[in-house]
């Protein structure tokens, strides 16, 4: 027994058909450890799983998922909860604006009516903006951290199997409950917001609620915000360190956020000609986006459309001449132009989560315990 | 007598192993052999680097300066994480998971798992396999951590001070477990203690670190064979300048008497009485003088260590 071969349980059979025979004699419990390794496909027979369903996990996928189980259950079933609430949701709203007439009639003619929809709207952006944070504390930052902490990545590096193995399993599972719950969530709650989402009484698209709760966005954020939790824990080694640090960080993450959320678009400006009287500003699509406008003069500059605030329209009309105004000058982003920004600033989520990783990587070859 | 040794296949071969820590250096130019099948101690005050030597053969750790070798492959290969079982001191174990699965555990991540040995050694301490971890006792944690090891069917196990907080009857019974295991498969035992009883029926193997590097390293009778104990009348302050001729390891005076080791050079002759010393004797003299010249017996030199002449040709003889 001496001599150890590559395949994956080579000693696993011989032992264990005579563990059984002796073991029938015995308690249950070690009857059933035995019958595993005799059959090594019967994993979902084994002791620990008995009564509850889950997929066939074996080696270090099953270690991962066994350690952090009750993590990832808790976010798969949290996100199925919520996703069969927004469905609930859904119908409720459709029903309510079918009996109204909507789309014939205007949503603000409904009025108060519609009120409560909205705030449940609301309510359910308000949630999924904190997934990021609450995933990257409660999930991220302990991820590996716990290990360090408690020794355990000793126990895991002292086995046979590569800890760049481990790393990447642990990083890839935790990746995957991570990409699923997010895009569930970040699908449903845009099939909810759809028949509403021209409506800027409900949700402006470019407003974070909607901007980052939507798409690839939130998917991209939660990664962002888990990996980046994963990586300051092995840094620190300390669980509720990791947790506090990691807070601090994807709360930054959501305030950067914000400030760039509106600079992955193209920028379109409009210029008329036609004076800047009360018919004249430029029509542009509905539900744009206008970072700014200013006045046009003459000689092309651009001056900010506050500068001829007088009492009188004479005196403005006199200024307006004076600074030589002649139209508009409007800067928009279209709605349609949303989904191409959500897709441009996931991928710099995505590519930020990515160097993550990397560090990661080279970091576990160096020192992971 | 130690022929055959020689020829043997070394398991571990440290090279001038360093390594420095913010604080200073744990281990410094740390040189030995450890021939396969042996079950060696690693005796050391606290704090001489005996963990930090097992973390690095263990591949925990990376040494700052020079070379492990395990059975001539480096620690981070696959074929030396195979072969080799590490047992950290704190006795790491997954607190949430039975007894069960942490022999799953074992079983998921290594190729060569021995279910049977595994459940052997947990059944024979009567820990319930369904149990959780966190509910085990200190005893039965170190058993099942000890199963861990084994399962593995290690050609190689490095234990880090495997008994240190175990109950003298425990400590026993699962020490006997060990050497049954190691000795029905063969396994080199490479455990670190400063429980120096510990040590006396257990290793046919020791080395020794104190100040960061090897103070003595060898078979056991060897080792023990090449020192004297001599005890006679006190001349003066210091050991008699007769014994001058010796290689002084420690002298002790007490009252009118005064206690020496020592390695001759020579038939001891002259007013004393000489004794062999016991294990512990051995290992208490070295442990109390780090300025002792260093002993490492020829098994357990590495490659052009020998020329240090510290282990002379006639002593071998005696």
Redesign the interface.
Known sequence: ??T?????????AG??T??DGKNGTR?G??N???T??TTNTSTSA???SVGTWRPRL???T??VW??HRAAFWTILAATALSVAWMVYQRGQMTDFLDSHGYPAKNIDDIGEQFRPYIDSFRSATLGLSVIPILLGVFLGAPLLAGDLE?????????????RTRWLVTKLGLAGLVVVVSTTALSAVFGWWWSPVKSEATVLEWFSGPAFDNTGPVPVGLTLLSVFGGVAIGVVLRRTLMAMVVTFGFTVAVQILWGQFRLSFGDVITVNTHKGVGETSFPSIPDGAYQPDQWYLTGSGDLVGWGICAEPTEAARNACLEKADVVGWSVEYIPTSQMNSMQWFGASVLFALTAAVVAFLVVWGR??L? | MSDGMYAGEPALEAYGLGMRYRRGWALKDCSFRLPTGRICGLVGPNGAGKTTLLSIAAHVLEPTQGSVSLFGETPGSAESGRRTAFLAQEKPLFRRFTVAETLRLGRELNPGWDQRAAEDIVRAGNVPFDAKISTLSGGQRTRVALALAFGKRPDLLLLDEPMSDLDPVVRHEIMGTLLAEAAEHGTTVLMSTHVLAELENVCDYLVVVSGGGVRLAGDVDELMSVHTLVTGAKEGDGPPAALGQHTLVESRTSGRQFTALVRPQGPVTGPWETDSPTMEELLLAYLRSPEAPPLITPTAQVQGQGLDGSFGTGAVAA
């Open positions: 027994m001496s150890f071969t590559g395949s994956s349980n080579p000693a696993g032992p264990g005579t563990t308690n419990t070690m059933a450890t035995t595993t390794t084994d002791t620990e074996s080696g270090m099953w270690l066994r350690q408690n020794g355990t990545a000793k126990l895991v590096a002292a086995q046979s199997m590569s160096k020192r315990v």
